[in-house]
């Protein structure tokens, strides 16, 4: 018997039924195989980019512009909740730059940890951190949601490495995922030996750290934003300001300052979250340009707005006798703009009681000190700065007015402020309009030119929400009014931090910066311009 006639029935229907497969898949012109691929889920679309150089050219094309994947589930089960926002950021095809995690309280940070290596491995950096509350589109309802946790454990143990959740009711997890070509991502870790001793040293280090990785992958000399996540407790303050005075105003810096959190890096060297002569305080995502990025990809900017949150109340005061405690607070006396009488703590925070129409517990009472600073910013460069820092009241006596933080000098001026809804209220609706008018207008010269729209991020101050609002959804209103559908997540948290040169923040930053912000709002807002070949 001849080898042609040896081959059986099932075997000839076997390689009839490949060869046809073959014949159909080489059949399928360029337009329809994009149309295929466009729809697979991450995972098959990451499989069909190896068949063959054409479908991975392919899927090069399909994933030509920047993307963002988010998604919120307040399941219970970390296992749950974890399978429903994993697929539902990875319905679409996406190559992951970079991952943020944000749960709360009741979830472990290993867990997740262990849940985002063995589900995206260890290629794109990520950050995990615990937040006050979170903010993004269900995976059950595919809405918006706002979910503020009122019970949240925020004392941060300097031993605490996320292994032990807080048994406060506090569950889900809002994930996101960001591919962004064009841009280098990678995870830059502020480390310290002990957090006293971490504030003068290790920021220098942060700050050339930074600036090494941005040299190397970029043939510009700072990145383009930044995202941030502190311990809880640590000043973030002197990071910030430093940060501030080294980056050029170009450079977003958005972030919470207070929260527990894990990370990974690209370079292995940097992840350092705890070992027995260091351990890391701040983590910072750095975004800078891809000097190796083809002509033809297009340009990613970021943006920041800032809805406030506070009013002033009373006079200006000047500080006349200033006392920095062991204990990080200030100790300070202080006389009303106009007036020779000096005051002692109790009498100033009774006249700011009298201004109010209902008592206000200290607790809800900052003052916002307008310093002027020389600050150094190279061997033989200086500069005169003029910022607003917020200091928390803590209460007052005979003897001082009590204040959270130092750095407060003698003859620094500052304003009383107060929570305020009226004032969040209309500074979301100001910023609505703003963003409206803005996307209306087609011809705009302004420099914040916002382009395509294709993602964003919130930080929200922990105090605001449905309970301070009286109304739900209103600190995602203004991104979601403008940019229906557009993928949004995002945080409560016990500290924004919020820097960048923008039309959207308030006039008076133009002269007067501030960084860390109380009872506000900070919205990145991701956009692209395509290259003109794209046009």
Same mark, same amino acid.
């Given at each position: 018997?001849?080898?042609?006639?040896?081959?059986?029935?099932?075997?000839?229907?076997?390689?009839?039924?490949?060869?046809?497969?073959?014949?159909?898949?080489?059949?399928?012109?360029?337009?329809?195989?994009?149309?295929?691929?466009?729809? %697979?889920?991450?995972?098959?679309?990451?499989?069909?980019?190896?068949?063959?150089?054409?479908?991975?050219?392919?899927?090069?094309?399909?994933?030509?512009?920047?993307? %963002?994947?988010?998604?919120?589930?307040?399941?219970?089960?970390?296992?749950?909740?974890?399978?429903?926002?994993?697929?539902?950021?990875?319905?679409?095809?996406?190559?992951?730059?970079?991952?943020?995690?944000?749960?709360?309280?009741?979830?472990?940070?290993?867990?997740?940890?262990?849940?985002?290596?063995?589900?995206?491995?260890?290629?794109?950096?990520?950050?995990?951190?615990?937040?006050?509350?979170?903010?993004?589109?269900?995976?059950?309802?595919?809405?918006?949601?706002?979910?503020?946790?009122?019970?949240?454990?925020?004392?941060?143990?300097?031993?605490?490495?996320?292994?032990?959740?807080?048994?406060?009711?506090?569950?889900?997890?809002?994930?996101?995922?960001?591919?962004?070509?064009?841009?280098?991502?990678?995870?830059?870790?502020?480390?310290?030996?002990?957090?006293?001793?971490?504030?003068?040293?290790?920021?220098?280090?942060?700050?050339?750290?930074?600036?090494?990785?941005?040299?190397?992958?970029?043939?510009?000399?700072?990145?383009?934003?930044?995202?941030?996540?502190?311990?809880?407790?640590?000043?973030?303050?002197?990071?910030?300001?430093?940060?501030?005075?080294?980056?050029?105003?170009?450079?977003?810096?958005?972030?919470?300052?207070?929260?527990?959190?894990?990370?990974?890096?690209?370079?292995?060297?940097?992840?350092?979250?705890?070992?027995?002569?260091?351990?890391?305080?701040?983590?910072? %995502?750095?975004?800078?340009?891809?000097?190796?990025?083809?002509?033809?990809?297009?340009?990613?900017?970021?943006?920041?707005?800032?809805?406030?949150?506070?009013?002033?109340?009373?006079?200006?005061?000047?500080?006349?006798?200033?006392?920095?405690?062991?204990?990080?607070?200030?100790?300070?006396?202080?006389?009303?703009?106009?007036?020779?009488?000096?005051?002692?703590?109790?009498?100033?925070?009774?006249?700011?009681?009298?201004?109010?129409?209902?008592?206000?517990?200290?607790?809800?009472?900052?003052?916002?000190?307008?310093?002027?600073?020389?600050?150094?910013?190279?061997?033989?460069?200086?500069?005169?700065?003029?910022?607003?820092?917020?200091?928390?009241?803590?209460?007052?006596?005979?003897?001082?007015?009590?204040?959270?933080?130092?750095?407060?000098?003698?003859?620094?001026?500052?304003?009383?402020?107060?929570?305020?809804?009226?004032?969040?209220?209309?500074?979301?609706?100001?910023?609505?309009?703003?963003?409206?008018?803005?996307?209306?207008?087609?011809?705009?010269?302004?420099?914040?030119?916002?382009?395509?729209?294709?993602?964003?991020?919130?930080?929200?101050?922990?105090?605001?929400?449905?309970?301070?609002?009286?109304?739900?959804?209103?600190?995602?209103?203004?991104?979601?009014?403008?940019?229906?559908?557009?993928?949004?997540?995002?945080?409560?948290?016990?500290?924004?931090?919020?820097?960048?040169?923008?039309?959207?923040?308030?006039?008076?930053?133009?002269?007067?910066?501030?960084? %860390?912000?109380?009872?506000?709002?900070?919205?990145?807002?991701?956009?692209?311009?395509?290259?003109?070949?794209?046009?």
């Amino acid at each position: 018997m001849d080898e042609a006639s040896s081959s059986t029935p099932k075997s000839d229907a076997k390689q009839l039924k490949t060869t046809t497969a073959g014949a159909l898949f080489s059949l399928l012109n360029d337009d329809l195989l994009h149309n295929i691929l466009a729809r %697979l889920p991450a995972p098959s679309f990451a499989s069909a980019a190896c068949v063959s150089k054409s479908w991975s050219q392919t899927c090069t094309l399909i994933l030509s512009r920047p993307k %963002l994947a988010s998604a919120l589930s307040l399941n219970p089960s970390l296992q749950v909740a974890w399978k429903e926002v994993t697929e539902k950021v990875l319905a679409e095809p996406i190559r992951p730059h970079f991952i943020i995690a944000n749960v709360g309280s009741g979830f472990h940070l290993v867990d997740v940890n262990k849940l985002i290596k063995e589900r995206f491995g260890c290629r794109a950096p990520f950050v995990i951190s615990t937040a006050n509350g979170i903010l993004g589109t269900d995976v059950v309802t595919c809405e918006i949601k706002e979910v503020r946790w009122d019970s949240v454990s925020s004392d941060v143990s300097d031993d605490d490495d996320g292994s032990v959740p807080a048994e406060d009711g506090s569950y889900g997890i809002v994930l996101t995922v960001g591919f962004v070509p064009g841009l280098k991502v990678d995870a830059i870790p502020l480390l310290s030996t002990s957090v006293k001793e971490c504030q003068e040293v290790f920021i220098d280090k942060f700050l050339m750290d930074i600036k090494d990785y941005t040299a190397s992958v970029s043939d510009c000399t700072a990145p383009v934003g930044i995202i941030m996540f502190g311990d809880g407790c640590t000043n973030m303050r002197p990071v910030v300001d430093a940060l501030d005075y080294v980056m050029p105003e170009e450079t977003v810096i958005v972030g919470d300052e207070k929260g527990r959190f894990l990370y990974r890096s690209e370079n292995e060297s940097r992840n350092v979250c705890g070992t027995a002569t260091s351990f890391s305080v701040a983590v910072a %995502l750095i975004f800078a340009r891809d000097k190796e990025n083809s002509c033809g990809i297009g340009d990613i900017q970021f943006q920041i707005a800032l809805s406030e949150g506070v009013s002033t109340i009373g006079s200006k005061h000047k500080a006349v006798s200033v006392r920095a405690s062991a204990s990080d607070s200030t100790w300070l006396t202080a006389r009303r703009e106009g007036h020779r009488e000096i005051l002692d703590g109790q009498r100033i925070l009774n006249d700011i009681n009298d201004e109010l129409e209902n008592h206000t517990d200290s607790s809800d009472l900052y003052i916002g000190v307008k310093k002027r600073r020389s600050i150094s910013t190279g061997p033989k460069t200086r500069r005169l700065v003029t910022s607003l820092d917020f200091h928390g009241v803590i209460g007052g006596d005979e003897s001082y007015l009590y204040v959270n933080d130092v750095g407060i000098k003698t003859g620094d001026y500052f304003h009383f402020y107060r929570p305020d809804p009226q004032t969040a209220l209309s500074s979301c609706t100001n910023l609505s309009v703003s963003l409206k008018n803005l996307k209306m207008d087609e011809n705009s010269k302004d420099c914040c030119n916002l382009g395509e729209v294709f993602g964003g991020f919130i930080f929200a101050c922990c105090g605001r929400g449905e309970s301070f609002f009286e109304r739900v959804n209103v600190d995602s209103s203004p991104f979601v009014e403008n940019f229906p559908g557009v993928p949004l997540g995002g945080i409560f948290c016990g500290g924004e931090i919020g820097r960048g040169s923008s039309m959207f923040t308030r006039e008076a930053q133009k002269d007067c910066k501030c960084n %860390l912000h109380v009872y506000s709002t900070i919205y990145l807002v991701l956009s692209y311009t395509p290259a003109a070949l794209d046009h």
